[in-house]
């Protein structure tokens, strides 16, 4: 999962962060760094540190964690820090909630978090239908490629994106939820895993195709083709294999082969930004979303 289709994710976030109530206290920057979720974590080992561990592996626990469980017991946190500034009392509405007084850089990075897990939900096991194990990620890169198709030179996908100095109250929360839902210490490894993505996210992102040219002429004379360029995410690129699925072939995902559908990317974009839009309203105004989020992953969608 090296970009995993992370451009869609901040794609999303803009559309869904266009239609909300634009009256409320918002912080726009942590709203798109929550759009990004635990796909953070997997920037940990880009490139793959030589002294040390990384905590990719953090990615994949959240990813494949119910849902309800994550954003319930995940306010659950077993520890007040001092930038998350959350008390025991309050930590079990935390997510589910928005009564609980909480600084808006909170409520707005759980906003874009909800963002994250609706377009996984929505969008994994197709994904997963079309491409699994190493050409997953390569899957997901076209997707960002097509997704985009209008991207210019003066474009920026990342635009809005908080600077790593930012995100010191996030890696609290996530430092927090790690203890709790994962018996792991990890502090500071968001932030770490963030400055990686900035940088890695930024060099594969190419609007011109130059990087993606000088990547096939690299990986021509070993008969690597796409090993390199495949992974770049160049809004030129060719869709010879219907990649978003608008000619609408059945498909489903390969743990419920029965659960057979017809969608192609796109719908399911556009049933994602619904559910977001809808699943974020009801945060805001305090309702619970549990029962919205039950028996479901990022990572399957439904389990
Ligand atoms: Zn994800």
């Known amino acids: 999962m ?46 793959p540190p030589l002294f040390r561990r990384n905590e990719k592996k953090l990615g994949n626990a959240f990813h494949n964690m119910d849902a309800a469980s994550f ?73 960002d490629s097509r997704l985009l198709p209008g991207f210019s030179e003066r474009d920026d996908p990342f635009a809005g994106l908080p600077p ?22 990890v502090a500071g490894v968001f932030t770490r895993s963030y400055r990686n993505f900035l940088t890695v996210a930024k060099l594969l992102f190419d609007p011109h195709g130059r990087k993606s040219a000088f990547a096939r002429c690299l990986e021509w004379p070993f008969g690597g083709k796409g090993k390199l360029s495949g992974f770049l995410v160049w809004p030129g690129r060719a869709d010879e294999d219907d990649c978003l699925n608008m000619g609408r072939k059945p498909w489903a995902p390969p743990w419920a082969r029965e659960r057979v559908s017809a969608s ?15 699943l974020i309203g009801r945060y805001l105004d305090g309702d619970t979303i549990a029962n919205a989020l039950a028996g479901r992953s990022m990572q399957r969608g439904a389990l």
């Open 164 to 185: 790593v100095s930012a995100a010191g109250p996030v890696d609290a929360l996530w430092t927090d939820w790690s203890a709790a839902l994962c018996g792991k210490k």
């Open 71 to 143: 954003l319930t017991a995940a306010g659950a946190s077993p520890r007040p820090t001092a930038h998350s500034s959350l008390r025991r009392e309050q930590a079990p509405a935390l997510l589910l909630t928005a009564h609980c007084p909480l600084p808006t850089a909170h409520s707005s990075y759980i906003c874009g978090l909800l963002c994250h897990f609706a377009l996984d939900a929505w969008v994994h096991p197709y994904i997963e239908s079309r491409a699994t194990g190493p050409a997953h990620s390569r899957f997901e890169a076209l997707i």
């Open 2 to 47: 090296a970009m995993a289709y992370i451009l869609s994710h901040l794609e999303l976030g803009r559309r869904v962060n266009a239609r909300l109530d634009r009256s409320r206290n918002w912080d726009e920057g942590l709203f798109l760094l929550g759009c990004l979720g635990p796909d953070v974590f997997f920037y940990d080992r880009l490139p």
């Open 264 to 278: 192609s990317f796109e719908d399911l974009f556009d049933g994602a930004a619904e559910e977001a839009v809808s």
